[in-house]
Every structure is written in C-alpha cells, then in structure tokens.
C-alpha cells in the first residue's frame, strides 16, 4: 500500500517536516507485531531542493503522488510559522476529488472544525502519538488487502 505523506514544507522548520514524516516511518518500518505492513512512502521531501526546483515541478509532482497513493496522511501542523499550509489542503482536495482515504493530524480548531476538512477526511486525529497508538494506517491496509482471519 503506498501511503503519502503531506504535510507543511518550509526551509526555517525542515526539521520538524522531516520529523514527523520519520516517526511515522520508522514506526511501521521496525513493526515488531506480528502481522507485517509492507508499506511504500510517497514523501514530498524525497529528493526535494528547493533551491533549483521551480514551484510549478514539485506542485505537478505532489499532484502525482496523491493520486498514485492509495492512503494520504495529512498533517496540518504549521509548527508554529504563519502561513496558512494551501499546499496540504491543495492536496487534501485532491485525495478527496480522486476518492482516497485520508487522515488528517490537526489539533488546532480551524483545522479540525473547517467544515471543507471536516467533510474530506476519513478519519481526523490530534497528533501522531494518536495516529501510531489507534493503528489507522493499519486499519486501511487491512481493509485494503487479502483478508486473514
């Protein structure tokens, strides 16, 4: 299943963009359970310079990558910078246009009270410790996948 990670991009807080996306992987990428989730990652940070990118390349690439996923994790979090995340909800819009499941991570309540957000994702959480503890991804790959009982 490949599950694409969209999220907030902005140089002054690369680290924290990565660090999400990170923990999510390394939590499936070490799964010590006994089922296995053979999981790819779409990440918008993968081969990303932003320096000799034209906007217009990695927009067209985003794009792409949400409707080759077959799950969209959405973080909402601005990490405390003020500008409005347009590319996440962008790309929320189009999981929701092309039919993709989609969990949304957002605590704050123009997030997880927009009406748009609201109605667009499957399934809305307050952080990633919520996500890894209530084992939605596993729920979408299960549902997706060859039934084991």
Same mark, same amino acid.
């Given at each position: ?9 902005? $140089?002054?807080? +690369? ?5 999400? *996306?990170?923990?999510? *992987? =390394?939590?499936? =990428? ?7 989730? %053979?999981? /790819?990652? #779409? ?10 990118? %034209?906007?217009? &390349? ?8 949400? @409707?080759?996923?077959? #799950? ?11 500008? !409005? %995340?347009?590319? /996440?909800?962008? $790309? ?6 092309? *039919?993709?499941?989609? +969990?949304?991570? &957002?605590?704050?309540?123009? !997030? *997880?009270?927009? %009406? !748009? ?10 952080? @990633? =410790?919520?996500? #890894?503890?209530?084992? +939605? ?7 997706? /996948?060859?039934? /084991?009982?």
């Amino acid at each position: 299943m490949k599950v694409y990670l969209a999220g907030f991009i902005q $140089e002054s807080k +690369i680290k924290e963009c990565i660090a999400w *996306r990170k923990c999510i *992987r =390394d939590h499936y =990428d070490n799964w010590k359970g006994k089922e296995r989730y %053979p999981l /790819t990652w #779409l990440d918008p940070l993968n081969g990303l310079d932003l320096e000799i990118c %034209p906007e217009k &390349a990695f927009i067209h690439r985003d794009y792409s990558s949400v @409707i080759n996923a077959d #799950l969209i994790v959405a973080n909402m979090d601005m990490f405390g910078e003020k500008r !409005f %995340p347009i590319g /996440t909800v962008c $790309e929320v819009a189009w999981a929701w246009e092309h *039919r993709k499941p989609t +969990i949304l991570i &957002a605590k704050e309540e123009q !997030f *997880r009270e927009h %009406p !748009f957000l609201k109605y667009f994702a499957s399934w809305i959480v307050n952080d @990633i =410790d919520e996500l #890894l503890a209530k084992k +939605i991804i596993n729920y979408f790959f299960k549902g997706n /996948t060859s039934a /084991t009982y």
